[in-house]
Each structure stands twice: as structure tokens, then as C-alpha cells.
């Protein structure tokens, strides 16, 4: 993970078609996150974006894909938020999950 000017980067792997969107925890320092919707036409992007940012509790406009449009790793640009602001939404939203393994950084 790294930080912006005005929020941060997050490595991302993208597992779509999953039972419901969740948040896997971290590995490698990669955020593992499944999404429900399939990989076609955009719609796994879209739902992640809205998935963040419902999670973090920041707007849709603020999250957006950098690299990775049409694969499963991506890096993710969350605006106005600190790397520590996310790590404490992303724990406690998925009950301390997206906190394991190797901590980003």
C-alpha cells in the first residue's frame, strides 16, 4: 500500500464470481477481495468499486481502478483517505480479516 497526495494505492486480487462480496484479508501484502458479480462487461469492476466504497465509507467517486481493468490484480486509488484510515475500516468492517497475514506497508 501506498499513499498519494490526497489518499492512497492498494494492491488488489480480484476473485469474481464469488457467493457474496467480502474482503479475504491480506496476503503478500495484497488485498484479496471476492466479488459476486462476474467478470464480464465491467461488472465485477463496478461492484468492487461500489463495494469499497461502501466499506470505507467514502463516495464511488473516490474509489478507482489504476491499473487492471480486464485482470484480477489491480491497484485501487481510494481519495482522501490515510493508509491507517483504511487499514482500521478495512478491520473492523471484516471483523480484524483484512488484517491478517502480512501486514502492507
Do not use: W
Request: proline fraction near 5%.
Amino acid at each position: 500500500m501506498s499513499v498519494l497526495e490526497s489518499g492512497v494505492k492498494i494492491p488488489l486480487r480480484a476473485y469474481p464470481n464469488a457467493v457474496r462480496d467480502e474482503v479475504v484479508g491480506f496476503a503478500d501484502g495484497v488485498l484479496r477481495v471476492k466479488i459476486a458479480a462476474p467478470p464480464v462487461k465491467g461488472k465485477a469492476n463496478e461492484q468492487l468499486i461500489a463495494f469499497l466504497g461502501q466499506l470505507l465509507g467514502v463516495s464511488r467517486s473516490r474509489v478507482s481502478i489504476i491499473k487492471g481493468h480486464t485482470s484480477r490484480n489491480k491497484l485501487i486509488a481510494i481519495d482522501g483517505l490515510s493508509r491507517d484510515d483504511v487499514m482500521k475500516r478495512l478491520s473492523s468492517s471484516s471483523g480484524g480479516g483484512a488484517t491478517r497475514g502480512q501486514y502492507p506497508g
